[in-house]
C-alpha cells in the first residue's frame, strides 16, 4: 500500500516544477498511514529491512540513482535499532523511525548538489522536454533543496503523529488494542523473582481464598511476609 499510494500521488510531479515537490511532500504526509499501520504488526527484527529491501529493488529498476537506494537500506537499518531498542511497542519509537524513514525521501535529489548534468540526462527526463527540464533545473536551486529537505523531516513527524491518531481511533472503534500506541517506552517490564511472584499472587487472591497449592509455605517462608 505504501509503494502505491508513493506512486500514485509523485506521478502527478511532472505537472510541473513545483508539482514535484508537493506531490513528494504529500506522499510523505500521506504515506506514514500504511507505514504505521504496518510497524503495528512488526513483533521482530527483519520485517522492516525486508520491505526496504523490495522497495529499493523497485526503485532500482525504475531508474533512481544506486546512492538513494543505499541511503534507503542505511535508513532501515538505523529504524531497525530504533524499534528493537523499545521493544517494538512504543508510539513515540513509532513516529520517530517513520521520521527517519521519510528522510530516503530527499536522496533521489542528492546529484542535483554534485552532478546536476548527469541528473538531468537521463533518457527519462529528456522526455519530458527541454522546457521542462530547464524550468525544473532553474527551480530546484541548492537553497530549496536544502528547504525541501527540512520540510521533509518535518513532514515525516508530522505524518508520524497524524497517522499514530488514526490508528488508535480505528483500533478503538474496533474494539481492539492498538500494540503501536501504549504510551510508555515499549520496554518490557523487568521480571519477578520467583518469591516476589508468588507474594503478588498470594496478595491479589481476595480474603478467604485458600492458597494455591504449593504457594502456602513458600508464601510464609518469603522475606515479604516476615
Not at 43 to 59: D, N, P, S, W, Y
Not at 95 to 113: D, G, K, M, Q, R
Not at 118 to 139: K, V
Request: glycine share 10%.
Amino acid at each position: 500500500i505504501y509503494i502505491v499510494l508513493y506512486f500514485a500521488i509523485t506521478m502527478f510531479g511532472f505537472l510541473n516544477p513545483v508539482m514535484m515537490l508537493v506531490t513528494l511532500g504529500l506522499s510523505i504526509v500521506v504515506g506514514a498511514i500504511p507505514f504505521m499501520l504496518f510497524l503495528a504488526r512488526v513483533k521482530h527484527a527483519g520485517m522492516v529491512a525486508l520491505f526496504t529491501i523490495v522497495l529499493g529493488i523497485l526503485l532500482l529498476v525504475i531508474g533512481f540513482p544506486p546512492l538513494s537506494i543505499g541511503i534507503l537500506v542505511a535508513l532501515a537499518v538505523v529504524v531497525e535499532f530504533v524499534l528493537a531498542a523499545t521493544g517494538y511497542r512504543s508510539r513515540w519509537a513509532g513516529v520517530l523511525s517513520y521520521t527517519i524513514f521519510s528522510v530516503w525521501n530527499t536522496a533521489p535529489l542528492l546529484p542535483l548538489f554534485y552532478d546536476r548534468q548527469g541528473y538531468f540526462s537521463p533518457p527519462s527526463m529528456s522526455q519530458m522536454g527541454p522546457e521542462y527540464t530547464a524550468r525544473l533545473d532553474a527551480f530546484l536551486s541548492p537553497g530549496v533543496l536544502l528547504g525541501f529537505d527540512i520540510a521533509a523531516v518535518l513532514l515525516g513527524l508530522i505524518g508520524g503523529v497524524i497517522a499514530l491518531r488514526l490508528l488508535r481511533k480505528s483500533f478503538a472503534r474496533a474494539g481492539l488494542a492498538c500494540p503501536l500506541c501504549r504510551v510508555g517506552s515499549g520496554l518490557r517490564p523487568p521480571r519477578l523473582t520467583r518469591y516476589q511472584a508468588r507474594y503478588q499472587s498470594s496478595s491479589s487472591r481476595s480474603p478467604g481464598e485458600p492458597p494455591i497449592r504449593g504457594q502456602a509455605l513458600s508464601t510464609l517462608s518469603s522475606p515479604a511476609s516476615r
